[in-house]
């Protein structure tokens, strides 16, 4: 299995507490939408080191920095946490 159909694998088994998430692969990383919603999430970039990815968010025009200082990085584990914890991303869905 390739290393991409891993990771979307752990982003669609990981336990969304909003009621699940929709995994599209697009570009070079994943667009993530609310499943009950269809709204935008978030987007993980991966980076090419090891798991760590980019955390996008909607800023309900287009996808940008996820943090105060810029686009947020860290492993896959870390971000979907980060990202089902952080109200900011759950705004549009």
């Avoid at 982003?11 to 009621?19: L, S, T, V, Y």
Wanted: net charge negative; hydrophobic share 45%.
């Amino acid at each position: 299995m390739p290393a991409a159909d891993v990771m979307r694998a752990r982003i669609e088994a990981f336990q969304w507490p909003r009621g699940g998430i929709a995994v599209t692969c697009a570009g070079s990383g994943y667009s993530l939408r609310s499943a009950r919603t269809g709204q935008p999430v978030a987007r993980l970039n991966p980076t090419g080191e090891e798991d760590k990815v980019q955390v996008l968010w909607w800023n309900g025009e287009r996808w940008g920095a996820s943090g105060p200082f810029g686009i947020a990085t860290m492993p896959l584990d870390k971000a979907l946490d980060y990202i089902a914890a952080e109200p900011d991303f759950w705004i549009h869905a």
